[in-house]
Nanobody, 115 residues
Framework: QVQLVESGGGLVRPGGSLRLSCTAS????????MGWYRQAPGKQRELVAT????????GYADSVKGRFTISRDNAKKVVDLQMDRLKPEDTAVYYC????????WGQGTQVTVSS
């Protein structure tokens, strides 16, 4: 059974940083484009960062461009999201999934940006 487990969330002040990790387990090939998604209270889930299967190309939502960095280590089956200069509007539950997403949603990890 394939599982994606997110970790690294927490409470941080505006301007702070967090590093999220997504670890894949089970019979999953890493030959997929991956993405980090987030869902804020009362809002739809949105895609914030993508990375191609080999890691050579990345993409970002305009709202996080220049502040977030996605990376991956296929040997370890890990996809990370480095988040810098965090803003209160970044508060959300963050998830990883393949891109485009499949029915592989994990529990997510809560990120709260507040003073």
């Amino acid at each position: 059974q394939v599982q994606l487990v997110e970790s690294g969330g927490g409470l941080v002040r505006p301007g702070g940083s967090l590093r999220l990790s997504c670890t894949a387990s089970g019979r999953i090939s890493m030959n997929y484009d991956m993405g980090w998604y987030r869902q804020a209270p009362g809002k739809q889930r949105e895609l914030v960062a993508t990375i191609t299967s080999g890691g050579s190309s990345t993409g970002y939502a305009d709202s996080v461009k220049g502040r977030f960095t996605i990376s991956r280590d296929n040997a370890k089956k890990v996809v990370d999201l480095q988040m810098d200069r965090l803003k209160p509007e970044d508060t959300a539950v963050y998830y990883c999934n393949v891109n485009p997403p499949r029915a592989l949603w994990g529990q997510g990890t809560q990120v709260t940006v507040s003073s």
